[in-house]
């Protein structure tokens, strides 16, 4: 494949300034006809494309999108993904897309590149790691609007679309305790991330509710760490072997906990009822298939979007703005 032909090329080979030949390309009437055929009929015969991205930046603009996400592994996110790219192609918005796989070094470069290409905007969701706010701080330094999704910085005054994981949290524990569960434990994910958190706060806030005992030794951070999972629940029965019910972050961490359970002869619903969250594919391909939380992902990345591209056409400031999403519970065979 050959490489591209510039411009300066093109006038070479001609015997033309530079800027004779940008006019012919953009039939500029100062130019002859004879001239602009000339160039017109080299340019096509070598392949030569315009530079999008430097006619962009030109006028102040990349027409380019960065968009941060933790974990590309995770359905939930692909989702996002294509309700993002859905809004910013019909405003002629390309994307610059990065996966930081959970690491917070992956999301400062990632920062950093989106600089280096002078994005007109940034949609993000941070990584399990992430506990310092720095990188986020340099894009909004320099004027870059930035909006947050799903997992978001609170105390930074812009834009964030989440779910309600509050309440989706608060109903699933409850609907465990409805269906007879007494003694509830919960697996949740990182104490660095808003979501992780409000699921946990739904989860005690159920129990209180329903005047049941907040026993910390029932909650467990795995922080990415799967093979805590396992210690954590073998020390849990062992310790409660009246446990009964299981809140879990999300579906993976659900399903991986079942297959531990099952391993330790625990029937589940009979034993011990286990909710999800997120309603991934694996919720349904396995067995039993999985009771967990709906998010509607594609919504999410459409509204994260389109407040960007609002911004972006400076129909509304940048503020400090919270927009929510409510999920709903889809009852499996996991739960009685």
Request: charged content about 20%.
């Amino acid at each position: 494949m050959g490489k591209y032909v510039t411009m300066t090329e093109l006038a070479k080979k001609l015997g033309l300034s530079h800027s004779t030949v940008s006019r012919a390309l953009k039939n500029h009437p100062a130019i002859s006809l004879e001239t602009t055929e000339k160039v017109k009929n080299l340019a096509e015969q070598l392949g030569y494309q315009s530079n999008f991205s430097a006619n962009q930046l030109s006028h102040g603009k990349s027409k380019l999108i960065g968009v941060i996400v933790p974990d590309l592994t995770i359905n939930f996110y692909t989702k996002v993904i294509e309700g993002i790219q859905n809004v910013l192609e019909s405003e002629d918005y390309a994307t610059m897309l990065f996966n930081t796989k959970e690491s917070f070094q992956r999301e400062e470069v990632s920062i950093e590149t989106c600089l280096k290409y002078r994005v007109d905007g940034v949609l993000a969701a941070i990584s399990m790691e992430t506990k310092h706010f720095h990188h986020f701080e340099k894009l909004l330094k320099y004027e870059v609007p930035l909006v947050f999704f799903d997992r978001v910085a609170n105390f930074l005054a812009v834009p964030k679309i989440i779910t309600n994981d509050h309440q989706a949290a608060f109903n699933a524990t409850n609907h465990l305790i409805e269906t007879g569960c007494k003694k509830i434990a919960h697996i949740t994910a990182s104490i660095n991330l808003n979501n992780s958190n409000n699921r946990l706060y739904g989860y005690l806030d159920a129990l209180k509710a329903s005047n049941l005992d907040i026993d910390e030794s029932l909650i467990h951070y795995y922080e990415s760490k799967l093979n805590s999972i396992s210690n954590f629940l073998k020390k849990t029965i062992a310790q409660h072997p009246d446990m009964d019910g299981l809140f879990v972050f999300n579906d993976y961490v659900a399903n991986y906990s079942v297959n531990i359970l099952q391993g330790l002869g625990k029937r589940i619903p009979e034993d011990i009822a286990v909710f999800g969250f997120s309603d991934e594919p694996v919720a349904t391909h396995m067995t039993p298939q999985l009771s967990t939380v709906h998010q509607n992902g594609q919504k999410m990345g459409q509204f994260a979007s389109q407040k960007l591209c609002s911004i972006l056409k400076k129909n509304e400031p940048m503020s400090n703005e919270k927009i929510t999403i409510n999920p709903k519970l889809i009852l499996r065979e996991s739960t009685r």
